[in-house]
C-alpha cells in the first residue's frame, strides 16, 4: 500500500497531540513529521524528540536550498517540515502525519494534494479554548492572548479541509480521528488512479 498524507490543524490547545496519542495503536504503522523550529526549547522539550531546534540562520540557509516541504512564521519564529524524512516515509508506505498550521496546510496542498488528506481540530467554543489554554500553565497571559486571536483568524479556513473533529472529549474525538486516518490510506493520488484503470484494462 502506498504512502498517504494527513495532515492536522487546529488552535494551539485544541488537543491535536493527546489525540494522536489517544488513537496511535489503532491507527497502523505511522510517521509523525518532526517541525524544525528557530524558538527556544520549553521545559521538558528535546531536540529531535520534539522539534529539531536550530537558529534562525540556519532555517533560512535550507529555505533557500529548497530543502523544506512547507515552511511558516508563527508568533514570530519559524516552523517547518524537513522534505528528507517524509520521503522515506512514504516509500515504506507510512502514513505520515502532520500537525502544522493553517498556512503550512496550504503549501503541501499545492504541493502533495494528490496523497493528502486534512482535519481540522478545534474545542467546541472559543471561551472552553481559552480555559484549556490557561489550564495547561506553560504560557503567560499575553501569548495566551496572541493564541487566541490566531485562533479567531484560523477557525474562518475551516472550510479548506476534508474533516473537522470539535474535541468535546479526547474519547470521541480520537474515534472520530481513527476512521479519518483509516480513510486517508484509502486515498489515491491520480497518477495512482490512472495506473489502476491501466491494468485493470489490460490489453485493452
Aim: proline share 3%; net charge negative.
Amino acid at each position: 500500500m502506498p504512502g498517504a498524507i494527513l495532515v492536522l490543524s487546529g488552535p494551539s490547545g485544541a488537543g491535536k497531540s493527546t489525540i494522536i496519542h489517544t488513537a496511535s495503536d489503532a491507527i497502523g504503522e505511522y510517521y509523525f513529521s518532526i517541525s524544525t523550529t528557530t524558538r527556544s526549547p520549553r521545559v521538558g522539550e528535546s531536540d529531535g524528540k520534539d522539534y529539531f531546534f536550530v537558529s534562525r540562520e540556519s532555517f533560512e540557509e535550507d529555505i533557500k536550498l529548497g530543502n523544506f516541504l512547507e515552511y511558516a512564521q508563527v508568533h514570530g519564529n519559524y516552523y517547518g517540515t524537513s522534505l528528507k524524512p517524509v520521503e522515506a516515509a512514504l516509500k515504506k508506505g507510512k502514513l505520515v502525519i502532520f500537525d502544522i498550521d493553517v498556512q503550512g496546510h496550504r503549501l503541501i496542498r499545492e504541493k502533495l494534494n494528490g496523497i493528502t488528506t486534512s482535519v481540522f481540530v478545534t474545542p467546541p467554543t472559543l471561551v472552553e479554548l481559552e480555559e484549556r489554554l490557561h489550564s495547561r500553565r506553560t504560557d503567560d497571559d499575553a501569548v495566551i492572548q496572541k493564541r487566541l486571536s490566531n485562533a479567531t483568524e484560523e477557525i474562518c479556513a475551516i472550510s479548506e479541509y476534508d474533516f473537522v473533529i470539535v474535541n468535546g472529549t479526547v474519547e470521541q474525538a480520537a474515534t472520530e480521528f481513527i476512521i479519518v486516518a483509516n480513510a486517508a490510506r484509502l486515498k489515491c493520488s491520480r497518477d495512482e488512479e490512472e495506473a489502476f484503470i491501466k491494468k485493470w484494462l489490460g490489453d485493452k
